[in-house]
């Protein structure tokens, strides 16, 4: 009987691991075939492993939009082209938030991403529960998934949950968590882009992004 396997990929923490292995290899990589990466990875979990579900967590940067209005669209061409490829994407967003700078003496507005990482440990904790899959694996690098992974491993105990760790992003608390780590490697994303162009099922194409 084959091995249900489930990636949840936290596409914050996926984007900047992309920036860095895009530095080391001098290779563009934001243009990812995402199903295509996680199904690269099923050789970890054995033979008999199949990929179930790719899900995929982020939140459009509309707060940056004013000064880069090419942000919003390059990323809703790729979660297009995610679709289109069968990953369930489920987005959250940015919220502004007044910080006091200790710098220049005075309040200043960030923009933090909210949603993004409970909605990832929500889902996480229903596929176990509902034996949705077998294996679980979270690609993040971030602890703030870490009571959402606890709390799978504590309802759903014959489930297995493991961390793919985006490139550099390998995190010491989530190892002790998983039943199993895997590090990505900066060559691995150069080896599974999409195409230049994508033919979506309604004739429609959609083409990478110039800078990407």
């Known amino acids: 009987m084959s091995l249900r396997v ?3 990929v936290d596409g914050f923490n996926l984007y900047h691991s992309l920036r860095d292995a895009e ?3 001098g290779v563009r990589c ?7 990466f996680c199904q690269a990875h099923l050789q970890f979990f054995g033979r008999d492993a199949r990929l179930e579900e790719v899900y995929y967590f982020s939140a459009y940067a509309t707060h940056l939009a ?3 209005p090419h942000v919003v669209t390059r990323h809703q061409i790729l979660v297009r082209a995610f679709e289109h490829t069968r990953v369930k994407v489920e987005m959250g967003h940015f919220k502004p938030k007044d910080v006091h700078c200790y710098l ?3 309040e200043i507005v960030r923009h933090e991403e909210k949603e993004t990482d409970v909605a990832l440990a929500v889902r996480l ?3 176990v529960v509902t034996d949705r ?6 690609l993040t690098g971030d602890t703030d998934i870490a009571p959402g992974i606890r709390t799978a491993l504590r309802l759903a105990p014959t489930k297995r949950v493991c961390v793919l760790a985006p490139y550099r992003r390998a995190n010491a608390e989530l190892k002790q968590l998983a039943h199993q780590v895997i590090k990505v490697r900066a060559e691995t994303y150069a080896q599974h882009l999409f195409p230049g162009e994508l033919t979506l099922a309604d004739g429609r194409k959609l083409t990478k992004p110039a800078t990407w």
């Open 6 to 8: 489930t990636f949840l």
């Open 23 to 25: 530095k080391k290899t």
């Open 30 to 36: 934001k243009w990812l075939d995402l199903r295509a």
């Open 66 to 68: 004013a000064r880069n």
């Open 104 to 106: 220049c003496k005075r």
């Open 125 to 127: 904790v229903e596929l």
């Open 133 to 138: 899959c077998d294996v679980a694996v979270v």
